[in-house]
């Protein structure tokens, strides 16, 4: 375990560490939706709603961190407090969770993958003091309701089998079915023509009454 985590927030750095410091990169996301829009037409609604989503979370935590100004944690590289440098929320925690949640509305399968380097980078924030748990608790939460918020205005494709159909519409009625409508049919005007020739066959074999 020790192999994993580390020992302690300041000293030392492990595989799980320096994995959360790379994938808490922009272009480490903007590789992952290149990767998942490669998979096909699901894979590119999934890296255009997770981008929209991560681009929604940092504009929306901006002025959050402007309001409440806390600083980083003692140890933490950015000890001056600026305008849009505050520790709580964390940025990366909001937007990363917001590209995984919004990903994952397109193509499911998504999700594990991406939530486990979700959660190295939000142990690597922690560790490396850069911001305390409840920065990344409250950022992450944050990134979550932006993509719910994005699922209400903007509803994913639903997942149907006829992928072509335009929404709103039931897909088109295969070939056996059309089949199986004609053979009915034409049972149901077989049966119509005997009972009809039934009918004529008795009216000419009944003797007409003489005025």
């Known amino acids: 375990m020790n192999r994993l985590i580390g020992t302690g927030s300041r000293k030392g750095s492990t595989w799980f560490d320096r994995a959360g410091n790379k994938i808490q990169r922009p272009p480490s996301w903007a590789a992952i939706a290149g990767v998942l829009a490669a998979t096909g037409p699901r894979g590119r609604r999934a890296a255009l709603r997770g981008g929209a989503c991560y681009l929604s979370a940092v504009a929306v935590h901006l002025p959050i961190k402007a309001l409440v100004g806390r600083r980083h944690p003692p140890g933490s590289a950015l000890l001056q407090l600026g305008p849009f440098t505050s520790s709580f929320p964390s940025g990366h925690a ?28 939000h142990w690597s924030l922690i560790r490396k003091r850069a911001h305390y748990p409840s920065d990344v608790l ?25 992928e072509g159909a335009p929404l709103g519409e039931e897909p088109s009625t295969s070939a056996a079915d059309d089949l199986s409508v004609q053979e ?10 005997r009972e009809t020739g039934g009918a004529d066959a008795l009216l000419s074999s009944t003797p007409r009454s003489r005025p």
Do not use: M, N
């Open 94 to 121: 909001a937007a990363d969770l917001a590209f995984v949640f919004g990903a994952a509305q397109e193509l499911p399968v998504s999700f594990v993958p991406l939530s486990c380097a979700t959660l190295a980078v």
């Open 138 to 162: 409250v950022g992450g939460a944050l990134g979550i309701a932006v993509s719910l918020a994005s699922r209400k205005i903007w509803p994913p494709k639903p997942k149907s089998g006829d």
């Open 184 to 193: 009915s049919g034409r049972e149901r005007l077989t049966d119509a023509t």
